[in-house]
């Protein structure tokens, strides 16, 4: 190493690779339901989707996260996104093709899918 | 890309309590469920909250999981990191409220503290150096070298108001300055992590956590002084920190920041691990010195002073690890952020090894200018079973006590002097109603004592003389004549010893005496220990009208003292009684006292 360019490099690529150990609450939180029900539904592929769209695109204070059964099992995989002072959004019937269009339009330009949304898909 | 990190503790205290068996079992099971690619173990350095170990913290939700056993993990990894689903009996309790799930920097423990020179300690792992560097590691070094004269480094360092860590309080830049100004063939740079006091713990956790961090301090420390090679100084019983050290090292070669031409400014640096043996004294800088040239650990007179005649007879300047770990945080965020901390004359932060009779025994940093309340009721989380707070030691055997009646007293290097007390290396430890001060000041005479090299006769004799007349005081066989001996004798000491050993030797004996004496005089004129520890001075008694006569007393005492038939109260016969506290310990009833 020479020069503080290079050093920076090394920086930016080891920081995308360690996940937020700040544990500051205003990022922006993808939570991904993992109980029996969204594991069957395939809701790994579209967790680790995730994770990677999400350090593909350096985005800082985003975290992928998961959690228990949401409740509405036949709608997994289902992914819900928490924007500080935000309502929620809830994606169903995720897929990980689907994933890039979520980061891309709602983490990066604040446009939610509402195609993929609960709101769209749950017809009564 | 790994969707969730599982930190454990690898600091020597989680060690201890098995952390590495964990690790091992973390493994096996995040293997046996397929989330290898997913889930990142890594062992870091020491948290701090060690009274809670082993610790373990998964990311990125921040849970924080407290005395983990092997057998707990199983259930971790299939409900927190297969399910997502926190397992909230295993939390450490403070940070579980009512059903939210409270961030760790708001309990209690962490809430006060602020961390400068521990800031990476339990955040990233000590081995890796592209944590550290992705925790802005070697920038500072990297904007020393590129855009700073060695003039600019010590100014910065001069502004910040930076004091030696190690206990003396020290302005660093201007002992930079010293070492600057001398020209020599050959300067070299010192890292005294000798860290002897009993219950001090703080540069171990430091070198552990955070080994790269010392690796860019004291480079930049060579840069700005004009030395070109460095040694660290630390003891052969940190195991973990050598190899840890090592490995930075190693680490740091290869990516060329240390060696030749560091980026490209055609400044070398190399540095060297050094083991001591133990020896209290080599602490002590010149007895440091003595030490790595491959003598006899002994100190020498100064003047000349290192930064004029150190290590090898060259000039050298000589740092504690705590010290270089504030450094590069002071270069990259500059003078005006580390001096916005503490107070006027004592700026930044200071890390303390909590110990002795408190709930949360570990390692903290606060801002200077915490008073010992704060740390001890509100971080230490109070003293354990309802017991009174007494008192508090810091600087180990070279400090004094702060009693209960200085408890607000704020802590920096100047009010702690203007009590008798000092800053000492960071061991605080606390002590309750149950310990007797006399005791514990033999107990600090012991040690030194046992430590002193015998170069000069004050510290070789002085305090072998000092801890016979506390023997005889806690023996119950001293006058009063005695204390004004042990009064004059410790000023003598104090005043004609070569080092630092046998000048601050006194010190413990020195201010419990101010503070405390009451217990001497207790001891010496009523033959009593107020506290009930000094065993010459009491007696095991059994109050009549509590025993029921259930014979376990009698069946437990070790040499038959006690005698009596069933259901009638007994009796202790006090010339058999060697004093050992099992009847005490036994009896159901309370019934048995000492005084």
Request: aromatic share 6%.
């Amino acid at each position: 190493m020479k020069t503080l360019e290079e050093l920076m490099a090394i920086r930016d690529k080891a920081k995308a690779n360690m996940t937020d150990r700040d544990g500051n609450g205003d990022s922006i939180r993808i939570v991904v339901g993992m109980a029996t029900c969204g594991i069957a539904a395939g809701a790994r592929p579209v967790l680790n989707a995730f994770v990677e769209e999400v350090a593909k695109r350096n985005l800082k204070n985003v975290t992928v996260a998961q959690t228990g059964c949401i409740g509405m099992c036949q709608y997994e995989p289902i992914v819900e996104v928490f924007e500080p002072g935000k309502e929620k959004v809830t994606y169903v019937k995720m897929n990980a093709e689907k994933v890039p269009k979520v980061v891309a339009d709602h983490i990066v330009n604040g446009n939610p899918v509402f195609d993929y949304t609960v709101g769209a898909i749950v017809k009564d | 890309m790994y969707r969730s990190h599982v930190l454990v503790c690898g600091g020597t205290g989680c060690t201890s309590s098995h952390s590495g068996e964990i690790i091992e079992a973390l493994e096996k099971e995040i293997a046996a469920k397929g989330l290898s690619d997913e889930v990142k173990v890594i062992k870091t350095g020491c948290f701090g909250l060690c009274a809670l170990g082993p610790i373990m913290v998964v990311y990125p939700e921040g849970c924080f999981y407290s005395e983990v056993k092997v057998e707990d993990v199983p259930e971790i990894v299939e409900e927190h990191l297969l399910k997502g689903r926190i397992v909230k009996h295993l939390l450490y309790d403070e940070t579980v409220h009512k059903d939210e799930i409270k961030p760790l920097s708001e309990t209690n423990f962490y809430k006060k503290q602020r961390r400068i020179a521990l800031r990476n300690c339990g955040v990233i792992d000590p081995e890796n150096i592209e944590e550290y560097i992705a925790m802005d590691g070697y920038q500072a070094l990297a904007k020393c070298l590129t855009e700073l004269t060695p003039e600019d480094v010590i100014q910065i360092v001069k502004d910040s108001g930076l004091r030696g860590r190690g206990g003396g309080g020290f302005p660093t830049g201007l002992k930079w300055s010293f070492t600057a100004k001398n020209s020599a063939d050959q300067k070299y740079v010192v890292c005294n992590a000798d860290e002897g006091d009993p219950g001090a713990f703080m540069d171990r956790s430091v070198l552990e956590g955070d080994p790269h961090c010392i690796v860019e301090a004291m480079t930049i420390c060579g840069y700005a002084t004009g030395a070109t090679q460095g040694y660290i100084y630390v003891r052969a019983e940190y195991p973990i920190a050598v190899k840890r050290l090592q490995i930075a090292i190693d680490q740091a070669r290869e990516n060329g920041l240390l060696g030749k031409n560091i980026f490209d400014s055609g400044f070398d640096f190399d540095l060297h691990i050094r083991l001591g043996a133990g020896a209290f004294v080599c602490g002590e800088e010149t007895a440091l010195m003595t030490s790595i040239e491959g003598n006899r650990g002994e100190p020498r007179p100064r003047p000349p002073y290192p930064a004029v005649k150190g290590l090898f007879a060259k000039p050298t300047t000589e740092n504690n690890v705590e010290t270089f770990a504030n450094i590069p945080q002071i270069i990259l965020k500059g003078a005006e952020f580390f001096n916005s901390m503490g107070t006027e004359r004592s700026p930044g932060t200071k890390v303390f090894a909590l110990g002795g009779k408190i709930n949360n025994t570990g390692l903290v940093e606060i801002p200077m200018g915490t008073t010992l309340r704060e740390i001890v009721e509100d971080i230490g989380g109070g003293i354990p079973n309802g017991k009174k707070f007494k008192a508090a030691q810091t600087g180990g055997p070279s400090g004094g006590c702060i009693p209960a009646s200085l408890i607000d007293t704020e802590i920096d290097y100047d009010n702690l002097t203007s009590i008798g007390c000092m800053m000492g290396s960071g061991g605080l430890i606390v002590m309750d109603e149950d310990n007797c001060m006399v005791d514990i000041a033999k107990f600090f005479l012991d040690f030194t004592v046992d430590e002193s090299c015998g170069k000069c006769s004050p510290c070789r004799i002085g305090t072998k003389r000092m801890r016979e007349i506390l023997e005889k005081i806690t023996d119950g066989k001293a006058t009063l004549e005695d204390l004004d001996e042990l009064e004059k004798l410790a000023h003598y000491i104090k005043d004609n010893s070569l080092c630092g050993l046998g000048q601050t030797a006194p010190n413990p004996v020195l201010s419990t005496l101010r503070f405390f004496r009451d217990e001497y005089v207790a001891h010496i004129v009523d033959k009593k220990c107020p506290a009930g520890v000094c065993k010459a001075l009491l007696s095991y008694n059994i109050d009549p009208d509590k025993c029921k006569g259930c014979t376990a007393c009698a069946r437990k005492c070790p040499v038959g003292a006690i005698s009596g038939t069933v259901k009638n109260p007994h009796t202790i016969d006090t010339s058999k009684c060697i004093k050992c506290g099992v009847c005490m310990e036994t009896c159901k009833f309370g019934a048995i006292y000492k005084k």
